[in-house]
């Protein structure tokens, strides 16, 4: 496991293009019959990304769960939250599964012992994307089909950033206790995304890029509003956004996003929105 220790805005402004990567970049999130696992020490959360090829895959397989979180299994003080990119695939939890097909999402509360992760499919694998963060109290393992989530419309063609927003884990949706996640689809012709941008002092944020044609990056901003950084994204690759830290993107084409957010509370639209005349 990957593990990375929050640093604050002060020593951020000094930072090299390669300290910014190293702190908040994840390169690879998806490895052929492997889990990958990022701590971060940012509100505890854990983004991880399963690939099971030909191999049934346990989500806690490259971790040792004592050493790392003083516990015996773990989501025995976890929730997760895991959404499909790939193919269709099969999550069992506790010897339940799970049938998830592309773009569909799965919560799993604080209490699970067992999850494993299979493909239907070894020429056309499930790439499973999970974030997990400290919980307080179980709440039901639910499945949540695209036809479930909550779909809202933003943006507009004239400010390129027309875009749905796919609310998957959501207080309107089910109930968890500091996790939300969903994904943001870019429509053709629009490349920004979060744009006016935000801080929300009460949460972080890990945005993963994905649907990238070849070819194309995404230029994810982050920082304080008067000292903005950038880091250039690939496809299936994710970044660490921290409170204190802006978290929007403009594309060299459209392209979708999963979002995770941690902290303080679950109110959706608890973010400050920044006037885009003042950043720097």
Same mark, same amino acid.
């Given at each position: 496991?990957?593990?990375?220790?929050?640093?604050?805005?002060?020593?951020?402004?000094?930072?090299?293009?390669?300290?910014?990567?190293?702190?908040?970049?994840?390169?690879?999130?998806?490895?052929?019959?492997?889990?990958?696992?990022?701590?971060?020490?940012?509100?505890?959360?854990?983004?991880?990304?399963?690939?099971? !090829?030909? &191999?049934?895959?346990?989500?806690?397989? %490259?971790?040792?769960?004592?050493?790392? /979180?003083?516990?015996?299994?773990? +989501? =025995?003080?976890?929730?997760?939250?895991?959404?499909?990119?790939?193919?269709?695939?099969?999550?069992?939890?506790?010897?339940?599964?799970?049938?998830?097909?592309?773009?569909?999402?799965?919560?799993?509360?604080?209490?699970?012992?067992?999850?494993?992760?299979?493909?239907?499919?070894?020429?056309?694998?499930?790439?499973?994307?999970?974030?997990?963060?400290?919980?307080?109290?179980?709440?039901?393992?639910?499945?949540?089909?695209?036809?479930?989530?909550?779909? !809202?419309? &933003?943006?507009?063609?004239?400010?390129? %950033?027309?875009?749905?927003?796919?609310? /998957?884990?959501?207080?309107?949706? +089910? =109930?968890?206790?500091?996790?939300?996640?969903?994904?943001?689809?870019?429509?053709?012709?629009?490349?920004?995304?979060?744009?006016?941008?935000?801080?929300?002092?009460?949460?972080?944020?890990?945005?993963?890029?994905?649907?990238?044609?070849?070819?194309?990056?995404?230029?994810?901003?982050?920082?304080?509003?008067?000292?903005?950084?950038?880091?250039?994204?690939?496809?299936?690759?994710?970044?660490?956004?921290?409170?204190?830290?802006?978290?929007?993107?403009?594309?060299?084409?459209?392209?979708?996003?999963?979002?995770?957010?941690?902290?303080?509370?679950?109110?959706?639209?608890?973010?400050?929105?920044?006037?885009?005349?003042?950043?720097?």
């Amino acid at each position: 496991m990957d593990i990375r220790y929050s640093t604050g805005k002060e020593d951020f402004k000094r930072w090299t293009t390669e300290q910014v990567r190293d702190e908040f970049l994840i390169e690879a999130i998806f490895k052929a019959d492997d889990v990958t696992a990022v701590y971060s020490h940012i509100d505890r959360i854990v983004t991880m990304g399963a690939m099971p !090829v030909n &191999a049934i895959l346990k989500a806690d397989k %490259n971790f040792d769960c004592w050493k790392t /979180f003083g516990v015996k299994f773990f +989501l =025995e003080r976890r929730e997760l939250g895991i959404i499909n990119i790939g193919g269709a695939g099969t999550v069992t939890v506790d010897g339940a599964d799970y049938e998830l097909k592309n773009l569909e999402a799965l919560y799993v509360g604080m209490g699970a012992q067992d999850i494993s992760l299979k493909s239907a499919s070894s020429g056309e694998p499930a790439k499973f994307y999970m974030c997990s963060v400290p919980a307080h109290k179980s709440f039901p393992t639910t499945a949540i089909p695209f036809e479930k989530a909550i779909h !809202v419309d &933003a943006g507009a063609a004239e400010t390129c %950033n027309k875009r749905v927003l796919h609310q /998957f884990i959501h207080p309107k949706v +089910l =109930e968890t206790c500091q996790l939300l996640m969903g994904v943001t689809m870019l429509e053709s012709g629009s490349v920004w995304n979060t744009m006016p941008c935000h801080t929300h002092e009460r949460r972080m944020e890990v945005y993963c890029y994905f649907n990238i044609p070849q070819d194309n990056v995404v230029f994810h901003l982050m920082g304080e509003p008067s000292e903005t950084r950038h880091i250039v994204m690939q496809n299936e690759q994710a970044v660490i956004s921290p409170s204190w830290s802006i978290h929007s993107g403009c594309g060299t084409s459209n392209y979708s996003f999963i979002w995770a957010m941690a902290g303080e509370n679950i109110e959706f639209t608890d973010m400050d929105v920044l006037s885009t005349t003042g950043l720097r």
